[in-house]
């Protein structure tokens, strides 16, 4: 996934599992919060030095439960804004999943981990000032969350537009923390979607494939940002692409795997 949730690696970070220059840090685990259904806030210790632009994600070296010498890297957005003193990852769990049960069985806080990085190119500056479309599914949210938060006020003076999808509403979390970048960014618009919505459901419902087009009429005048499952993210480039006028240059893709 690049890098946000789902148990995975980054479709732009394949080439990082190889031997990169890179730091290594030992972070502390500060807190571990279940916030939606099966997904969980981690958030650690900052390490002295580490600088990092929004969007970007890390590689955390992750044990198996079973066999803690087994040691694997796992890929996730840092959620946190650079000026945060801590840093922020949202963990999407599934049963059996390696950093799932990590995250279910042992991570506490004071539990350390080691992480490297940052990686990825997957941040707002590559948007030359346009305005702004960002979409993502599930977890994938969690890069915006960064790039949103630490926007310098002349950045917010251009529109904004969020669409996040999840299948069901229990899946949604941090709806006040937008809620507030929203009061504070007059541009801003957050628009959540349901693939299966119930009964009770008055928002938007459809993949945000069908949404888009209905809630961001100027969509060819926008710089998109995709992130989520890859299936979202192909469809909506291709669709960028081909119907809806967007220059290739003003797609960006951070997918999962």
Not at 12 to 28: E, F, H, K, N
Not at 45 to 62: D, H, I, N, W, Y
Not at 63 to 75: F, G, I
Request: charged share 20%; aromatic share 10%; glycine share 8%.
């Amino acid at each position: 996934m690049p890098c946000t949730g789902w148990e995975s690696v980054p479709r732009g970070a394949r080439a990082t599992l190889r031997p990169v220059p890179s730091s290594v840090y030992v972070v502390t685990c500060l807190r571990n919060t279940p916030i939606a259904r099966d997904t969980y806030e981690c958030a650690f210790t900052k390490p002295e030095g580490f600088a990092f632009r929004p969007g970007q994600f890390v590689l955390f070296s992750v044990p198996l439960v079973s066999d803690p010498a087994d040691v694997q890297p796992r890929a996730y957005s840092i959620a946190s804004a650079p000026q945060a003193r801590e840093l922020l990852f949202v963990v999407r769990t599934f049963p059996g999943g390696r950093m799932s049960r990590f995250v279910t069985e042992v991570l506490r806080p004071g539990t350390e981990m080691s992480l490297q990085g940052p990686f990825g190119v997957f941040t707002l500056d590559r948007a030359r000032g346009r305005d702004l479309l960002l979409v993502c599914t599930g977890t994938g949210v969690a890069p915006f969350h960064a790039q949103l938060s630490s926007m310098s006020p002349p950045e917010r003076d251009r529109r904004i537009d969020l669409v996040h999808c999840v299948r069901h509403a229990e899946e949604f979390f941090w709806q006040d923390r937008f809620a507030q970048l929203e009061r504070e960014y007059p541009s801003l618009r957050i628009r959540r979607t349901l693939s299966e919505p119930s009964a009770g459901w008055n928002g938007c419902c459809g993949r945000v494939q069908s949404v888009i087009p209905w809630v961001i009429p100027d969509v060819a005048s926008r710089a998109v940002f995709l992130c989520g499952n890859p299936q979202m993210t192909k469809e909506v480039k291709q669709l960028c692409l081909n119907a809806w006028g967007v220059p290739k240059g003003d797609v960006h893709v951070e997918g999962y795997i």
